[in-house]
């Protein structure tokens, strides 16, 4: 049997903290029957200029923490969770939106599981209030975070989930604003905790939102970018990176195929063509070699976790930057051949008209190729940097 502590964050919530606060302590003897011996129910004021304080203190068995000032959704979490008991953690919104009613069947799904987070995932069929906008960005961040994390994800922001206390150490740091439930989805893919979700029915809050699909989309959009950044860069940039080059290729093959059907001038938007073809074709090789080269410099600051096959998965496996090498010196000699074979037929008379397409070309593979190179040199020195505390110590018990 196990404690279940149960945070509220409120702001300004008189209107309906009263009722969810009723609502949570109802589902006490469900919550027996689920395995939990014991719930606390703690609501945590952050900054509340109205009468949500005297409210929540009205009622017997609720603790209440208030902070002088409103420091932000995830803080007010963060503060509840630092003074909790329970073995699990428990938390949900306090405008009514999310059911209450459901966290017996979120826990007993947690300990059958033995999962280490449990989203109340109100994308995954149950009836839904939620308006089509907010809608939208969910599914896309849903999206993006199952990309990035390489793991399918309905519902990246809900604020109603369950965690294991011991799971805290691995999730933080969380930001403390709207942003903390994407960024607490995000790490624990990344962090290979066990991460399930349960249908729940979403309701429409009581009393005016305080979430800005613009402004508060932006910043979810950054926290899922820049938390998956910090542990498998290659997953993002290296995806950027190769539709780039994928671009880049696709506007080269045309520039050929107008070349061989005899097409040799080229209006505004063919020369454009040519420029973008090099840029995109530069940047997509320079964001992917930068990407898998982040991703050696991450091994470096949590060895450990890498060891623990904490972190994700790259573009390719095996990876391709262990291919750079020969790849490098291939594309570079290729363009080097490209551009003397370009040089020697002008000599014998071909016009400029008919070879500078190919010069472009030489000189695009020729600096591809060399990046390639180097890149490729950068980040065997970091993998052996790297594995040098991990053969040090094979080297010290002679094995």
């Known amino acids: 049997m196990s404690t279940l502590s149960v945070v509220i964050p409120a702001l300004n919530e008189e209107k309906g903290i009263g009722e969810i606060i009723r609502r949570v302590l109802a589902v006490r003897a469900r919550l027996t029957e689920a395995g939990i011996q014991e719930m606390e129910l703690i609501v945590v004021d952050d ?40 073995e699990w ?21 947690a300990m059958e ?14 009836s839904s209030e939620m308006p089509f906008t907010r809608r939208l960005g969910n599914r896309f961040f849903a999206g993006l975070l199952s990309l990035v994390g390489n793991a399918h994800v309905a519902d990246s922001a809900s604020g109603m989930r369950v965690l294991r206390r011991e799971a805290l150490i691995r999730l933080y740091p969380l930001p403390d604003g709207l942003q903390f439930t994407p960024a607490m989805s995000t790490r624990a893919l990344h962090e290979q905790l066990k991460m399930i979700e349960v249908p729940i029915p979403y309701r429409e809050r009581v ?37 780039m080059l994928a671009v880049a290729a696709f506007i080269g093959l045309g520039l050929v195929g107008a070349r061989v059907w005899g097409i040799t ?8 063509g040519v420029f973008a073809a090099l840029v995109l074709g530069v940047s997509g090789v320079s964001v992917f070699t ?16 890498v060891r623990q096959g904490l972190f994700g998965k790259p573009v390719f496996n095996p990876p391709l930057d262990r291919h750079f090498g020969w790849m490098g010196l ?43 190179l180097i890149s490729w040199i950068v980040m065997r020195v970091l993998e052996e940097l ?11 018990v002679g094995s």
């Open 330 to 372: 291939l594309t570079g000699f290729g363009g080097l051949v490209l551009g003397i074979a370009s040089m020697a037929l002008g000599l014998h008379g071909w016009p400029v008209a008919r070879l500078w397409l190919y010069l472009l070309g030489g000189a695009l593979l020729a600096l591809v190729g060399l990046q390639l």
């Open 47 to 86: 900054g509340s200029k109205d009468r949500t304080a005297e409210v929540v203190s009205g009622f017997d068995g609720v603790r209440l923490i208030q902070h002088p000032t409103n420091r932000g959704y995830g803080a007010a979490l963060k503060t509840g969770f630092s003074q909790a008991r329970g």
């Open 290 to 305: 930068l990407g898998a080269t982040f991703n050696y410099l991450v091994t470096l600051f949590h060895s450990g976790a």
């Open 265 to 272: 001038a080229l209006g505004s938007w063919g020369v454009f």
């Open 386 to 396: 790297s594995q040098r505390d991990a053969l040090a110590a094979r080297d010290q």
């Open 89 to 109: 953690l428990a938390f949900l919104d306090a405008d009514g939106t999310y059911p209450p009613e459901r966290l017996p069947e979120m826990c007993r799904a």
């Open 113 to 126: 599981a033995q999962a280490d987070v449990v989203i109340g995932s109100r994308m995954s069929g149950e």
């Open 207 to 243: 009393g005016r939102s305080k979430l800005s699909v613009l402004r508060d989309g932006a910043r979810f959009l950054k926290t899922i970018i820049w938390t998956a950044l910090s542990y498998n860069p290659v997953r993002i940039l290296g995806l950027l990176g190769l539709g």
